[in-house]
């Protein structure tokens, strides 16, 4: 009788986080019955769900894969990696400020990075139950059906979403804002990065772009657009793992123009 083969590494990991992006879902649904909001600095809020989402996360992974390292933004971690390693980089609930309002737009983000660079990438928006998978050469998907960015090839027409922080200055964000308008663009902000890079994955939008974003919140996004035929910078270098930096995806048609208004 022939033996099953033994799923690889990549695909049980990927199998596991599907999974554990689905109960992080839900645990913060309930959660949000008896929401609990505090302040970590200007338009940067905390829930206790937030904090129960990355225990879960925390506790699944160290049962699931006994000495595999998490990196998440609430608890930390990130020092104790070093950026060219395998690791889980996770965001309990991207789009907290829109949680907290019961704004219908967050999301859990769960990526497994190898060498440094993501592999898997898992977002789960529990609000209209749409749940993105991509694995590195295995394509991007939305409820395990294929997605692809826009074949857009101009910023005039193209709608781009322009992620804002407090850690870049309003006159920054503003000036971004201005040349979009001038190139012809019409932009959004949405409160949500990981979503707004899977809307670039699925096609929805021609682009996203933000001055800083840290790498838990744009890890699996990434991977997605990627996977689904878009482009972006090259954000997993050891600084963007640490400390964030600057973030260019979209069509690969308008990506050069974007990324040029974006940097200059």
């Known amino acids: 009788m022939n033996q099953p083969v033994p799923a690889s590494p990549l695909t049980e990991r990927m199998t596991f986080a599907e999974k554990l992006a689905r109960e992080c879902g839900e645990l913060a649904v309930r959660e949000s019955a008896r929401l609990s909001v505090s302040s970590k ?36 971690g990130q020092g104790d990696v070093a950026a060219d390693q395998d690791f889980w980089l996770v965001d309990p609930i991207d789009g907290t400020a829109n949680y907290a309002t019961d704004i ?51 910023l005039d027409g193209a709608t781009i979403e322009l992620g804002w922080s407090a850690r870049r200055s ?19 902000r949405r409160g949500s990065g990981a979503l707004g890079l899977a809307d670039v994955a ?12 840290n790498a838990w919140d744009c890890a699996a996004g990434i991977l997605l657009v990627t996977e689904a035929g878009g482009r972006t910078n090259e954000f997993f270098t050891p600084e963007g793992i640490h400390s964030g930096g600057i973030l260019v995806a979209s069509t690969l048609g308008i990506y050069d123009d974007l990324s040029g208004l974006m940097t200059d």
Not at 176 to 186: H, I, P, R
Request: with cysteine; charged share 20%.
């Open 170 to 188: 309003y006159s920054a964000y503003l000036k971004k804002a201005e040349a979009l308008m001038k190139a012809g663009s019409a932009f959004v």
């Open 202 to 213: 699925a096609g929805r939008v021609d682009g996203y772009a933000e001055l800083h974003i």
């Open 104 to 154: 219908p737009r967050w999301c859990i983000s769960i990526a497994y990075l190898k060498a440094g660079k993501p592999v898997i990438g898992v977002l789960f928006d529990p609000v209209i139950n749409r749940m993105y998978t991509a694995t590195l050469g295995g394509g991007a998907h939305q409820n395990g059906k294929p997605i692809h960015a826009r074949s857009t090839s101009s």
């Open 41 to 76: 600095g200007a338009h940067d809020v905390l829930t206790q769900a937030d904090l129960a989402v990355e225990h879960h996360i925390r506790d699944a992974v160290a049962r699931a894969f006994p000495g595999d390292q998490v990196v998440g933004e609430e608890m930390g």
